[in-house]
């Protein structure tokens, strides 16, 4: 028994690639991060990003990113190899050491913290830290195992981007940012609870609390399609406060609508496969809406 564990670690240990600490940082996730918080920088100034702040802001913001990303999998080693969509994470496998994860984190925290303390200023750093806090440790050690508004509440760290792109520019706070932060929150339930019906007997074997395994399919689709309704009103607030123009009204309009649609879709079982893509098209919406609001930033038809 002994033996074979030790061969199972040998060969894993063995064949360690900079790929596996790669994906501990969950590339895709922290992608489209940095492409809310480059939104978020844009969006502050009337001008250009100063260039500094433009790569090191997001350089900084995307290691702290990437830092709670790898604790998460330390952290969830044990539940991800229940899971079949986590059972390969290299630390799950057994192919990175936790220890040696947790350095990495720390080393690309402590690094990413220096640059954004450095050369953005103090208050982006400790926002971007709280962030990093609040998903590595309230969420993933705490919330996601005792509660089944774990995502809802833990959503404040990931809604946090957009926020830190802006205070990377202008040192302080403002309204719009806020907005561009409401707008992730109320994103996440879908974004979430989409995947979790896909997943969800996994989730219960794992003994994860999510709202599906808890309260249910349908319970799960309503709430998914009221957080919807509520992120297509507040999707509008940029327009209605002035913020954006008639590009973004229209483009938010469209975008959500048809994340309605598959809402709807899914709460009527109307469609096949409606969860999963559901989940994808929430990936689709975001980063499209990110996108529309910079074209009308810099094409403002009034
Ligand atoms: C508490 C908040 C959030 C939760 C619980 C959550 C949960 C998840 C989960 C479980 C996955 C599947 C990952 C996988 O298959 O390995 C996922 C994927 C993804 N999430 Fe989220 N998410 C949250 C917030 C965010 C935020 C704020 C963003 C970006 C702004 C984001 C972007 C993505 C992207 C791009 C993917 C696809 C990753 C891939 O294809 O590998 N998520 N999310
Ligand atoms: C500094 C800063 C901006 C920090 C942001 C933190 C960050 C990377 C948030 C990601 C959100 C996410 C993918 C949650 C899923 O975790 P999960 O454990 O529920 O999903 P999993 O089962 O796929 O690991």
Same mark, same amino acid.
């Given at each position: ?91 799950? +496998? ?27 200023? &103090? ?15 309230? $969420? ?26 802006? +205070? ?34 996994? $989730? ?9 395994? +808890? ?22 607030? &940029? ?58 930033? %810099?094409? %403002?038809?009034?």
């Amino acid at each position: 028994m002994e033996t074979t564990r030790a061969n199972t670690k040998d060969m894993n240990s063995g064949s360690v690639r900079w790929q596996d600490y790669l994906e501990l940082c969950k590339p895709r996730v922290v992608a489209l991060m940095i492409l809310t918080v480059v939104i978020g920088m844009f969006l502050a100034t009337p001008g250009m990003v100063p260039l500094d702040v433009l790569v090191l802001g997001n350089l900084g913001i995307a290691l702290c990113a990437a830092s709670a990303a790898v604790i998460n999998h330390v952290v969830d080693r044990k539940i991800d190899t229940i899971m079949a969509r986590t059972r390969k994470r290299p630390v799950a +496998t057994g192919k990175v050491e936790p220890l040696n994860a947790l350095l990495f984190a720390l080393a690309i925290g402590v690094l990413g913290m220096g640059i954004l303390l450095a050369f953005v200023n &103090p208050l982006t750093a400790w926002l971007t830290l709280a962030s990093l806090l609040g998903y590595a440790v309230v $969420y993933t050690l705490f919330l996601k195992r005792a509660t089944p508004q774990n995502i809802v509440i833990g959503g404040i760290a990931g809604a946090a981007p957009p926020l830190l792109g802006w +205070t990377a520019v202008t040192g302080e706070f403002h309204g719009n940012a806020l907005l561009l932060v409401l707008i992730i929150f109320a994103w996440t339930p879908p974004h979430f609870w989409a995947l979790a019906i896909h997943r969800k007997e996994e $989730y219960a074997q794992a003994d994860i609390p999510m709202l599906p395994v +808890t309260h249910g399919e349908q319970y799960t689709k309503l709430h998914i399609l009221l957080y919807t309704l509520v992120l297509l009103l507040v999707s509008l607030m &940029p327009w209605m406060t002035g913020m954006s123009g008639m590009i973004y009204l229209v483009g938010a309009s469209l975008l959500g609508l048809r994340f309605l649609y598959w809402a709807v879709a899914l709460l009527r079982d109307s469609r096949p496969h409606a969860a999963i893509k559901t989940f994808h098209y929430s990936i689709t919406y975001l980063m499209l809406l990110f996108v529309v609001l910079l074209v009308d930033h %810099y094409l %403002y038809l009034g």
